[in-house]
């Protein structure tokens, strides 16, 4: 596993791993899966793998955080949501928690959180942690790790090394919504 740390503006951004298709990055204690592309079961399989081996060393455990940028917003296929269901089926020890941060508005950004809430329905996980914004995410994310420094700002912030430590375009202020 490759990592790169980027420390900006107080937000240190460790990527674990990279491709055309996703960004695995951990901040805090936040594991975030961020599309580049369109959701794949490779992609879910494997940031599971990432997360079991990173939270092996974190004491009070972990979240993972499921970002969606507006542009890639669609509904997964049968494969992803099979993987989705698979991933969400097998908890973990170290896992506080899991939420999806959907960067999109809309019809599309309706469609895709009536999938996910219908696939937390039927793994039977009743938790609905589909968030709009990143203020959201945030506030999900300090109250699930106990993190008082966890905010909307500093989860941008992390969101947006990530992109540019992996070589990816960073998301503008127009599709990350802060508050």
């Given at each position: ?27 805090r ?30 004491a ?31 908890p ?30 039927l ?50 202020n127009s ?5």
């Amino acid at each position: 596993m490759r990592s790169m740390t980027a420390l900006s503006s107080s937000v240190s951004v460790d990527v674990l791993t990279h491709t055309d298709k996703y960004i695995i990055a951990t901040w805090r204690r936040l594991v975030m899966l961020i599309w580049n592309g369109e959701a794949n079961a490779e992609g879910v399989e494997h940031s599971r793998t990432v997360f079991e081996e990173w939270a092996k060393d974190q004491a009070r455990g972990a979240a993972l955080l499921i970002v969606v940028p507006a542009r890639h917003a669609n509904p997964p296929d049968e494969n992803t949501r099979q993987a989705m269901r698979q991933t969400a089926g097998v908890p973990s020890t170290k896992l506080k928690g899991m939420g999806t941060f959907i960067q999109a508005e809309g019809f599309v950004a309706a469609t895709v959180r009536s999938v996910i809430m219908r696939l937390n329905v039927l793994t039977g996980d009743g938790a609905q942690n589909l968030f709009e914004t990143a203020s959201k995410a945030a506030e999900w994310a300090a109250k699930v790790l106990d993190d008082s420094e966890i905010s909307g700002a500093k989860l941008t912030n992390a969101i947006r090394t990530a992109h540019e430590r992996a070589g990816v375009v960073p998301i503008t202020n127009s599709t990350v919504r802060s508050a």
